[in-house]
């Protein structure tokens, strides 16, 4: 059985421990509606012209530095490939439990794969663990056109459920060379050369999950679809059916509402990201509470560069005012060490 993090007795539902080591405190745990979300038209990333895609970063690095958020429409993605692997998604959480037990994510203990059983874990000490269920895939380089390896991947896989794997890697797949795309967006953003972060995307750390949150009938102080968090990753692309319930801390401690855009994905920065940046692209807390009245799916991609990286400051985000925080690791170091502490509680060294 997954391992389940249970307090014996609620913590202050207005305070905040993360698995990187921050506390927050917030005014309330009411979200609201706020336009504090760009959107970002991402068309222009496509363009022969440099100067089209540098308009397109210039967007995006306000964004990674206001609040860690932002919507992108335009992005080329073939809406098919959205209906299918949200199909997907359905068919394996309709399994029986015996079933989805088979790829329990406890058979690879220091990877964030398989199956997360519903109501495993308690990410904030809420009355209730948080009601959701999940399935992690890893990056196989059998599924990428950029690499001539067969290699299919550490992830786990259950029987009978014929084109599962084929249906999540259909979707996959394309949102890697998006994924690969957007690190390039984001080198400009920098004020980088373009292909800055080329020869660590080749082998990156691409994991994709499938989520599955029935609707909650605790309140908010007592239980989360997902309690708040922040991502391992460089960023993250989700894509969020239409039934809401993605919430974003700001900076002036408020939840805000990021609300479903049609034909949008949302794209947070994560923690290595915020650690490469010296904090100046920010990885924003985030949650999920289930109030729609109906079952919502999301399908969130997770994508940081190759484990070997040696995670050092950016150039353009350090100085002699402005000194490097965090101790350099490499990327893997600091994956492993929060996968670890996701899956076994922040009382893991």
């Not at 440099?50 to 690095?61: H, I, M, S, T, Y």
């Not at 084109?163 to 953003?189: C, D, N, S, V, W």
């Not at 502490?341 to 060294?349: E, I, L, S, V, W």
């Amino acid at each position: 059985m997954s391992v389940v993090e249970t307090k014996t007795e609620a913590e202050d539902p207005l305070v905040i421990r993360l698995q990187n080591g921050q506390t927050l405190h917030v005014e309330s745990n009411e979200a609201i509606d706020a336009d504090e979300i760009p959107i970002i038209n991402v068309a222009g990333i496509y363009s022969d012209k440099l100067e089209d895609r540098q308009a397109v970063a210039e967007k995006v690095r306000e964004a990674a530095h206001r609040i860690g958020f932002f919507y992108v429409v335009n992005h080329g993605f073939d809406s098919r490939l959205t209906e299918g692997v949200f199909e997907q998604a359905r068919c394996f959480f309709s399994l029986p439990m015996e079933k989805k037990m088979e790829v329990d994510t406890n058979l690879l203990p220091k990877e964030y794969l398989g199956y997360h059983s519903m109501a495993s874990y308690n990410r904030n000490g809420r009355k209730h663990n948080d009601l959701s269920e999940a399935f992690n895939l890893a990056y196989a380089a059998d599924q990428d056109p950029e690499n001539p390896d067969n290699d299919r991947g550490s992830s786990i896989w259950p029987s009978e459920l014929p084109g599962f794997r084929e249906g999540l890697y259909a979707y996959h797949t394309p949102m890697l060379q998006f994924a690969r795309k957007m690190a390039q967006i984001f080198a400009l953003a920098l004020h980088l050369p373009e292909s800055y972060f080329d020869k660590w995307t080749r082998l990156p750390e691409a994991g994709l999950r499938i989520l599955h949150y029935p609707e909650q009938e605790a309140s908010v102080d007592d239980q989360n679809g997902i309690g708040a968090h922040t991502d391992f990753e460089c960023f993250t692309i989700v894509n969020q059916d239409m039934s809401g319930g993605l919430e974003v801390l700001s900076k002036s401690g408020r939840w805000i509402r990021a609300k479903p855009v049609p034909d949008s994905f949302v794209v947070n920065i994560a923690d290595c990201f915020m650690r490469q940046t010296n904090d100046y692209f920010v990885s924003t807390v985030h949650r999920v509470i289930n109030k729609s009245g109906k079952e919502r799916y999301s399908i969130p991609f997770f994508f940081g560069m190759d484990r070997n990286m040696v995670m050092e400051p950016i150039p353009s985000c350090i100085s002699e005012e402005n000194p490097a925080k965090y101790p350099v690791i490499t990327a893997g170091e600091y994956y492993l060490w929060r996968a670890k502490r996701a899956k076994q509680g922040d009382n893991t060294d």
